[in-house]
């Protein structure tokens, strides 16, 4: 009789210890397993109506101007994006560091409708702005003038939040040719602005 008890004993022993290694090594493999599951999952795309938030440099003539040649600065931008294809933008600019004869200053604010076109990470955009645009630093009159710009750009996608942007517009602008000129200017001037950047996307 003490003979089979001591059997019973060492048996019930052993298969608690064999339990217990069995569930340790199971619960050890979990989060090992679930993190690689997680970590094979793919990123999620950024969702249809979104925002993208635009900063870049930003190059841009300064025709308005007599002997003055281009200008140098920067340009931030806000699309909304409703549908796939379709959005708005609301687009300023401030060019502040001139070279040429005449060193004048200028910025444009504009808004208007926007066409887009995507490829995976690719996606390319038209647009039309319509606004204002100023002059200082010249003495120029008018020194601010209606606006209108008429342009797009391609982007590429890094990651779900970031992209870079390269983009150009002509911006059309009516303002006096000579800084010296008093009076109003029907003068249509093309300012062409080439600009890049990161795009961010919430």
């Not at 604010?109 to 630093?137: C, D, I, R, W």
């Not at 517009?169 to 093309?190: C, E, H, K, T, W």
Request: aromatic share 14%.
């Amino acid at each position: 009789m003490k003979l089979l008890s001591l059997v019973f004993v060492v048996s019930l022993v052993f298969s608690c210890a064999a339990l217990g290694q069995s569930s340790s090594s199971s619960s050890s493999s979990s989060p090992s397993s679930s993190h690689s599951t997680l970590s094979a999952l793919p990123e999620a795309p950024k969702p249809v109506d979104h925002f993208d938030l635009y900063v870049g440099a930003a190059y841009s003539s300064a025709n308005q101007v007599k002997s003055s040649s281009a200008l140098v600065g920067g340009t931030v931008a806000l699309d909304g994006k409703l549908k796939p294809w379709f959005g708005g933008t609301v687009d300023y600019g401030y060019y502040g560091f001139g070279y040429g004869l005449v060193k004048p200053t200028m910025y444009t604010m504009l808004a208007g409708p926007a066409f887009f076109l995507s490829q995976g990470k690719y996606e390319g955009y038209v647009h039309v702005l319509f606004g204002l645009a100023h002059t200082g630093g010249v003495g120029a009159t008018p020194n601010l003038a209606y606006a209108y710009a008429i342009g797009g750009g391609m982007q590429y996608d890094i990651n779900r939040r970031f992209a870079v942007r390269l983009a150009g517009d002509g911006i059309f602008s009516a303002f006096a040719i000579d800084p010296l000129r008093l009076g109003y200017s029907q003068n249509m001037r093309v300012n062409p602005r080439a600009t890049g950047g990161i795009v961010y996307h919430f």
